[in-house]
């Protein structure tokens, strides 16, 4: 017998394992409306041009490949500030790092977490990415997880009475809650403004750390500074005193992907906590990775950095949102004019990538091997796999599956 021979079986990753059995569809109608990864008219990943321009200001410089210092490249990190804070940034002491994309933003702020305030519960939503219950697991058995009420199927609106309540009677001073900033995946569903206080509120008074994970900047509204309204109003909560994370990934929202750049900020109320909690991430950095990527987060900060290239991405966004909202529309009116049975309104309420298209399974795996269109389990559909040629197919399909 091997060594490894007891391992128990291990259930593959569904969304990795779909895009494996989209490659091998020769269908040549398939459509693969699972990824959160944007494509463009052509259902190809798009270089924004900003980083096609970033790209050659960069290799025109001396281009080292040295290694950045143990909490990033600097750059980037305050760049990522910048980004995520605006004009609360000098109000507050905060600690970043750069991190391995938003995953590892995740990752870090749990190892972190649980070697320090030793959380007893983590609070994720109903639903949520499904790496979150992943991550934490992996990080610390000993920390609970429960889910909050975020989604209500019957009417594909936000339960924040679901929400409020279930926190207001089972949270506890020292948990842990994972909060998305905006975009939420897998809903498209974001709290109000008004929400967003009533949230902060809870979290306050029952002395609940928030962590926003902020994977979708700018493809909610187009702005990104809009997009991080929740963010900004939890740093200026109590005159400033709100202590939070912010697990942050440009893999999206600069299209980077393969580059793996993210950054985690690190809210707290003093200097001698930075100091504190700066010395714990970096004893993690050293452990796990030692060093960050630097291709990718210098590409970020030239952006950011060249008046005329922030331009461009903030066009970039637009583009990328406004073309998600445009699929959104064109679904939406093709499952209408179909008169297909079910609540379409919230397609075009939702934001981002994503929304719940309140499919069974059973319909999903219809779809799939009916007709060739890839969704996962759960019903998410990611409007990025939409184009012009083949928004009426999924149309009919989806029409299809739900009349059979
Ligand atoms: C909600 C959420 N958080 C974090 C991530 C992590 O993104 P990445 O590690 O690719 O930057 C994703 C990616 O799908 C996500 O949907």
Not at 93 to 98: D, F, G
Not at 103 to 125: M, R, Y
Request: charged share 20%.
């Amino acid at each position: 017998m091997g060594l490894f021979d007891l391992i128990p079986e291990e259930i593959p990753d569904g969304s990795f394992a779909m895009i494996e059995d989209f490659k091998t569809d020769s269908h040549d109608k398939k459509v693969n409306l699972s990824p959160g990864i944007y494509r463009d008219e052509n259902a190809k990943t798009w270089v924004l041009p900003s980083v096609k321009q970033a790209r050659v200001a960069r290799v025109d410089q001396t281009f080292d490949h040295d290694i950045s210092p143990q909490l990033g490249y600097p750059s980037l990190v305050s760049t990522a500030q910048q980004i995520t804070f605006r004009d609360t940034l000098s109000t507050r002491v905060i600690t970043s790092m750069q991190t391995i994309a938003g995953t590892g933003a995740n990752h870090f702020i749990a190892q972190f977490l649980s070697e320090t305030i030793q959380p007893k519960t983590v609070w994720l939503s109903a639903p949520s990415w499904e790496n979150h219950p992943k991550i934490w697991g992996h990080v610390s058995s000993a920390i609970k997880q429960r889910t909050y009420p975020y989604y209500d199927y019957q009417t594909s609106t936000l339960d924040i009475e679901g929400m409020i309540s279930t926190l207001r009677m089972d949270g506890s001073n020292g948990d842990v809650i994972v909060l998305q900033a905006c975009a939420h995946n897998p809903t498209g569903l974001d709290p109000s403004r008004e929400s967003w206080e009533r949230i902060g509120q809870i979290c306050e008074e029952k002395g609940i750390f928030p962590i926003f994970d902020s994977a979708y900047q700018g493809f909610a509204t187009g702005d990104p500074y809009n997009d991080a309204w929740p963010i900004r109003h939890f740093a200026t909560r109590s005159n400033g005193t709100m202590e939070f994370a912010v697990a942050q990934s440009f893999s999206k929202n600069f299209g980077l992907y393969g580059e793996r750049i993210g950054a985690l900020h690190i809210v707290t109320r003093n200097e001698e906590s930075a100091g504190k909690v700066e010395a714990v991430l970096k004893k993690i950095s050293r452990a796990e990775i030692t060093s960050t990527p630097s291709f990718g987060a210098k590409i970020v900060a030239t952006i950011f950095h060249k008046p005329e290239l922030k331009e461009q991405w903030y066009k970039d966004l637009k583009t990328m949102s406004g073309r998600l909202g445009d699929m959104r529309k064109r679904l939406h009116d093709g499952l209408i004019q179909r008169n297909t049975p079910g609540n379409w309104g919230h397609l075009l309420t939702d934001v981002g990538m994503f929304s719940m298209m309140g499919l069974s399974q059973k319909q999903v795996a219809a779809l799939r091997e009916n007709f060739h269109v890839y969704l996962l389990p759960t019903g998410r559909l990611s409007f990025t796999g939409l184009t012009h040629k083949n928004v009426e197919y999924v149309a009919d399909s989806i029409h299809h599956v739900i009349t059979l």
